[in-house]
């Protein structure tokens, strides 16, 4: 078993930034990819952000990129997600996500662990 625990959420302006951290602890497989979803209230959960074991495979969404920026420790099992000119659309629940290949990262069906979720809210 892996336990996610993020932190970092909030409510901010729009313009504003935020950064997002999630550790990972617990029984993680070798290489594992981690990245961040989201869902906003009456939408399914989407695809942020996304980052390889070894870091050569990094992933965004079109509607965060040049905004947003993933980055992951492994010494530390964690990762982060720096969030800059956010926009009201942001809001959403956050969470961080664990999958045993890159493959599987990019697809929610297919990830094997699940943060809490945190609370981001932009507004105008």
């Known amino acids: 078993q892996v336990q996610l625990v993020e932190s970092g959420g909030g409510l901010v302006q729009a313009g504003d930034s935020l950064r997002l951290s999630c550790a990972a602890s617990g029984r993680t497989s070798s290489n594992y990819a981690m990245g961040w979803f989201r869902q906003a209230p009456g939408k399914e959960r989407e695809f942020v952000a996304a980052?390889?074991?070894?870091?050569?495979?990094?992933r965004y969404a079109d509607s965060v990129k040049g905004r947003f920026t993933i980055s992951r420790d492994n010494a530390k099992n964690t990762v982060s997600l720096q969030m800059n000119s956010l926009k009201p659309e942001d809001t959403a629940v956050y969470y961080c996500a664990v999958a045993s290949d890159w493959g599987s990262i990019l697809r929610p069906p297919l990830v094997d662990y699940w943060g809490q979720g945190t609370q981001v809210t932009i507004s105008s």
């Open positions: 980052k390889s074991w070894s870091g050569l495979s990094t």
